[in-house]
């Protein structure tokens, strides 16, 4: 779906990606985590053609994302973090902006709205920032693009969007559609999100499924740290240990658990999940 | 749903389904939801429930028609009781055990 290859990429002196590759398949919901400013607004940007790479390749079905060629653009929906609706009724909008993407479904799209108790027939400039934005992701959804891009998605819903927005996503990913989102907010999308991609200032530190995490590493919950472990956090009643599994136990993956142990031993978990 | 941090959460579904499955919720013979029909529904990965209906099928508790879908097997809840009994005996027995001791109770002084 997403070949990218020894990307670089600055901001005039400003390094954000140097020599960085990765592969996205078809069929999977991936989280892309980092901590602020590691690029993956700028790396979703360059999926989405809206940035030029400085040097390497980024290929997405085939297409540079650059040329925004019409054939790359109706396959790919991008949604940025803080989307405002023009002044425009959201009904009417779809309708206009669906006849970009050919496999644009109408019906789904209004469906979505009365999932998430959105009005489409009132403006966007009437609604709230929260709901402007659940209004672009249903209509993001909609236009089954082979390629959507959100970029912190969670931001701005209120409680109960949040368990809907896990839902309409999981029902929206097909085997041959391709899901990509940058988030903080990993407590409301775990268990969606998979594989988890983690970035760091200048590359990708992890690209892996939970299946292979598990298998690779052990995250126990016990009253003391463990000397076996790489990483460890207090919690409520105990500590949560993050060690290499040996034991072929299997572990319910802690994304934030995962995120800092990725962070505090990024050769020893590079050489754990090299293949 | 609300899951605990203690299992992964593939096993943890597939133990609501067997109590679904025990309680006759979902009948032997009956089809179940399709896999991305059930992450829809849980707001979980599709491809956790793929593994979720393979661990269940290895276990002969659901199998799959081609391009039909998935359904209970007949016998699941007899296969699910002596699956889980095992497991109790293996896992929960011991851990009430240390803790009777523990507390200095008797098995007698509480069944």
């Known amino acids: 779906m997403v070949t990218i290859d020894n990307l670089s990429f600055n901001y005039s002196k400003h390094v954000v990606f140097n020599d960085v590759s990765m592969k996205l398949e078809a069929g999977k919901i991936y989280g892309l985590l980092g901590q602020n400013g590691v690029g993956k607004t700028t790396l979703l940007k360059i999926m989405s053609g809206l940035l030029k790479l400085k040097s390497g390749s980024c290929k997405v079905n085939g297409y540079e994302p650059f040329q925004r060629e019409p054939g790359f653009l109706g396959e790919l929906f991008f949604i940025p973090e803080d989307f405002m609706g023009p002044d425009l009724v959201v009904n009417k909008f779809a309708k206009l902006r669906g006849e970009f993407y050919p496999n644009y479904d109408h019906n789904k799209f209004s469906r979505l709205m009365t999932e998430f108790e959105v009005n489409g027939n009132s403006k966007f400039t009437k609604l709230s920032f929260g709901q402007q934005k659940k209004a672009i992701i249903a209509f993001a959804l909609s236009t089954n693009t082979k390629l959507i891009l959100m970029d912190e998605p969670s931001n701005g819903l209120d409680i109960p969007s949040k368990a809907q927005l896990r839902r309409v996503i999981s029902q929206a990913s097909t085997d041959d559609s391709c899901i990509v989102i940058s988030t903080h907010q990993v407590r409301d999308l775990e268990n969606l999100i998979d594989p988890i991609i983690i970035l760091d200032k200048n590359g990708v530190l992890l690209n892996a499924s939970i299946d292979e995490i598990s298998q690779k590493l052990c995250f126990e919950f016990s009253p003391t740290v463990s000397d076996k472990s790489m990483y460890s956090e207090q919690t409520l009643g105990g500590y949560i240990n993050v060690c290499k599994n040996e034991s072929n136990k299997e572990c319910k993956v802690n994304i934030e658990a995962l995120f800092n142990s990725v962070h505090q031993n990024r050769e020893l978990i590079k050489d754990i999940f090299k293949k | ?111």
């Open chain 2, 1 to 111: 749903m609300e899951f605990s941090e203690h299992k992964p959460i593939y096993l943890q579904i597939s133990d609501t389904i067997c109590d679904l499955i025990l309680t006759s919720e979902w009948k032997e013979e009956e089809r179940i939801p399709s896999v991305r029909e059930y992450g829809g529904i849980l707001g979980v990965n599709p491809n956790t429930i793929m593994r979720t209906y393979d661990h269940l099928q290895e276990a002969q508790i659901i199998y799959n028609k081609r391009g039909v879908g998935y359904f209970v097997n007949s016998g699941a809840q007899d296969r699910i009781i002596s699956i889980q009994r095992e497991q109790f005996i293996d896992e929960e027995v011991p851990k009430i055990k240390r803790r009777l001791e523990l507390l200095g109770l008797k098995a007698i002084d509480i069944f």
